[in-house]
């Protein structure tokens, strides 16, 4: 099967935090239309990873593509244009506590787009009941659980219908139920819409169910990348551990 052309590259990249370099010469193909979930253990550079891939942060050193593009040189206005095609699911969600979930979905869309107030309404909506939760539309988000702000977050992600979807610990305090159905849900974006999907997780169950490709991250470089079954019979022993667990760590 031939490779589908890469939908995001990074380069060489460096990052440090003071003396802590949390990524140590990265290079990274993310192929488009594909899942590539990112693991390793806490504090190993994933979620910075994304940061970098979505313009959150800068590389001390290297370059990062998002479709050809290097997006490390954008003026920041050309930059916000690439952000337009990429979707951000934080770890905690990050909805706006002050305004409703449908609100909140319709928040990027009011900002991105001229559509009207109608068309809007009518699209956020529509990303809710997608996510199976057209009831709490009018609801706070103070008043959802922790799978059900999981869910608004991934409806406001897509709001844009962007070609990129990162994704931040999506099974981060979910039950094993829940985390399942979220995995679902991103799965199918992956074969219905053809959505590039970037995961972290440390957590295996659900990095199996989702990814094409896992790669590993330990100490700021990349350790071991491939299939699930690349991982498991790995050289290091690191990865072929995190492979066993149920959880990661």
């Not at 370099?21 to 594909?34: A, E, F, M, N, T």
């Not at 989702?210 to 498991?232: K, N, P, Q, W, Y």
């Amino acid at each position: 099967m031939t490779e589908p052309p890469a939908a995001i590259r990074l380069d060489r990249v460096s990052k440090a935090f003071g003396s802590f370099r949390v990524l140590d010469d990265v290079s990274l193909r993310i192929p488009r239309g594909r899942a590539t979930v990112v693991l390793g253990r806490s504090g190993t550079g994933k979620s910075v990873t994304l940061r970098h891939i979505v313009g959150l942060l800068q590389p001390d050193a290297g370059r990062v593509f998002v479709d050809d593009v290097e997006i490390t040189a954008l003026s920041p206005s050309a930059l916000a244009e690439v952000r337009q095609r990429i979707g951000f699911l934080f770890q905690n969600a990050a909805l706006f506590d002050s305004i409703t979930v449908a609100e909140n979905v319709a928040f990027p869309m009011r900002r991105h787009t001229t559509l009207s107030d109608g068309e809007v309404r009518a699209r956020a909506l529509e990303k809710l009941a997608a996510v199976g939760l057209a009831r709490a539309a009018e609801s706070m988000p103070g008043s959802l659980s922790g799978g059900m702000r999981k869910r608004a977050g991934l409806a406001r992600a897509m709001a844009l219908d962007p070609a990129i979807l990162l994704v931040d610990e999506p099974s981060a305090g979910l039950d094993p139920v829940t985390s399942e159905e979220i995995d679902d849900l991103l799965v199918a974006l992956k074969h219905q819409r053809g959505t590039t999907l970037v995961v972290v997780t440390h957590n295996i169950p659900s990095a199996r169910r989702i990814a094409d490709t896992m790669v590993f991250l330990h100490e700021g470089r990349v350790l071991a990348s491939g299939t699930a079954a690349d991982l498991e019979r790995c050289e290091h022993e690191l990865v072929r551990k995190f492979m066993q667990s149920e959880a990661g760590g």
